[in-house]
């Protein structure tokens, strides 16, 4: 090999190593957003399977003399609702069932508008309740929350963590503005309040 040919292989790794680098520092300074686009999607669907639930959950109702479901397959079977949705916060996608009688803490609207209490129905059961974490309940159940403890994106009914959002039938559902992602990425199209039997999506 000449001294120029040499010379030029030499210029050409150079360029390349270069080129390797600029790529890796742009996948560093890309990867916050991914993350953030990636849970602000996840979020989104919380959102969605969960009005879904409690929409569905109120149908049974409806039709079923105010009897509560005990499972999501009994709620696919009978099309209340299209599918066994899991939570889309985790990995094992179980959500976290409420039960009868069940005490769902305080509601605070976004920008503390007064307060209110949810409390669910209580009933009289003997049958032998399961871990609410169960996807197969034995146990009727009127709503589900995610078993996710981290803090959310979006304020939902003034809860601020997935675990505190509780999706229970006939529940407002006040949704807050997402929490803006790092400076000089995009930030998230925040959802506009939506009411029980209204999809948050479009």
């Known amino acids: 090999m000449t001294g120029a040919r040499r010379g030029q292989a030499g210029y050409s790794l150079v360029a390349l190593m270069a080129?390797?680098?600029?790529?890796?520092?742009?996948?560093?300074?890309?990867?916050?957003?991914?993350?953030y686009v990636m849970r602000d999607d996840a979020?989104?669907?919380?959102?969605?399977?969960?009005?879904e639930?409690?929409?569905?959950?109120?149908?049974?109702?409806?039709?079923?003399?105010?009897?509560?479901?005990s499972s999501l397959e009994v709620l696919v079977k009978g099309k209340f609702l299209r599918r066994a949705y899991k939570d889309p916060m985790t990995k094992h996608g179980r959500w976290r069932f409420i039960r009868p009688g069940e005490l769902v803490g305080p509601v605070t609207p976004p920008g503390g508008l007064g307060t209110s209490t949810v409390t669910t129905t209580t009933t009289t059961t003997t049958t032998t309740r399961?871990?609410?974490?169960s996807s197969q309940n034995i146990a009727p159940f009127q709503g589900v929350a995610s078993t996710s403890t981290e803090k959310s994106l979006r304020?939902?009914?003034?809860?601020?963590?997935?675990?505190?959002?509780v999706f229970l039938p006939g529940q407002p559902r006040?949704?807050?503005?997402?929490?803006?992602?790092?400076p000089g990425l995009p930030g998230a199209q925040p959802l506009r309040p939506s009411s029980p039997g209204m999809s948050p999506r479009p």
């Open 155 to 165: 304020i939902f009914n003034g809860k601020t963590r997935y675990n505190e959002w």
């Open 174 to 182: 006040v949704i807050g503005k997402a929490v803006a992602p790092a």
């Open 19 to 35: 080129a390797i680098a600029i790529m890796m520092i742009m996948m560093a300074a890309a990867a916050p957003y991914w993350r």
């Open 43 to 51: 979020e989104q669907e919380l959102i969605f399977r969960g009005g």
């Open 130 to 133: 399961p871990s609410a974490f």
């Open 53 to 69: 639930i409690a929409d569905a959950v109120a149908r049974y109702q409806r039709r079923n003399g105010n009897a509560l479901p």
